[in-house]
Structures are given as structure tokens and as C-alpha cells.
């Protein structure tokens, strides 16, 4: 059964950093990784994607420079390390992957690109 299962969320002061963590069911070499996050009420929004063998990472502008995604294969784990976090940064964080498609960042940054989703970990940042 394919699983995706978030992790790390909580609740953190405006400036503070977090960690979220995605473990997947399955052997996660062949596939790119992302993160989107929402909010009640809004659509759902790119955060941030890594490519099948981790070389290739993108992000939406406004946490360029604030957050890092990373791939582990051997654990089957995509993190993302949130720093400097704002309040606008609250929302539910959900993992999403697809077979690598390796042809640019549009395909990357569309969530219906990603047949697979975890269940989403809650992030809020309190100003």
C-alpha cells in the first residue's frame, strides 16, 4: 500500500525554526518529492520539490532562502527544514510524490502532477 506520513509539526514562536519530516512506503529513488501547504479557506499552494536523486531543488518565492528540502533514499524520507518562520507561514504542510518525470520545474510545482499525498502535520507559527 502506498504510504506517505508527515511528521514534525507543532507550534512555534515567529522567528523560530521547525523541521517536518514525510516517510514513504516505498523505495523512493525513482520519484520526486514535495511539499504544499493550506490554509482553511484557501487553495493549496507549492512549497517546495526535490528532484528523484536529491541534485535538483525548487521553491515557491516566498521561503527561498528560509526553507531547504531535502531527500533521503536509503530512509525513504523527504525533509523540509523551516527557518526564520512567520506567521504566514501557518498552515497544514503535506508531502505529495511522482515518478520523476525530469523535465523542468512546471511539473514540479503542480500538485495535480502527484498521485501520491500523506495526510498533512499541522505548522503554526505564532507571532
Known amino acids: 500500500q502506498v504510504q506517505l506520513v508527515e511528521s514534525g509539526g507543532g507550534l512555534v514562536q515567529a522567528g523560530g525554526s521547525l523541521q517536518v519530516s514525510c516517510v514513504a512506503s516505498?523505495?523512493?529513488?525513482?520519484?520526486?518529492m514535495a511539499w504544499f501547504r493550506q490554509t482553511p479557506g484557501q487553495n493549496r499552494e507549492f512549497v517546495a520539490a526535490i528532484n528523484w536523486i536529491g541534485t535538483q531543488a525548487y521553491y515557491t518565492n516566498s521561503v527561498k532562502d528560509r526553507f531547504t528540502i531535502s531527500k533521503d533514499n536509503d530512509k525513504r524520507t523527504v525533509y523540509l527544514q523551516m527557518n526564520n518562520l512567520k506567521p504566514e507561514d501557518t498552515a497544514v504542510y503535506s508531502c505529495a510524490a511522482m515518478l520523476d518525470p525530469e523535465d523542468g520545474a512546471d511539473r514540479y510545482e503542480d500538485g495535480r502532477e502527484y498521485p501520491y499525498w500523506g495526510q498533512g502535520t499541522q505548522v503554526t507559527v505564532s507571532s
Open positions: 516505498f523505495r523512493t529513488q525513482d520519484y520526486a
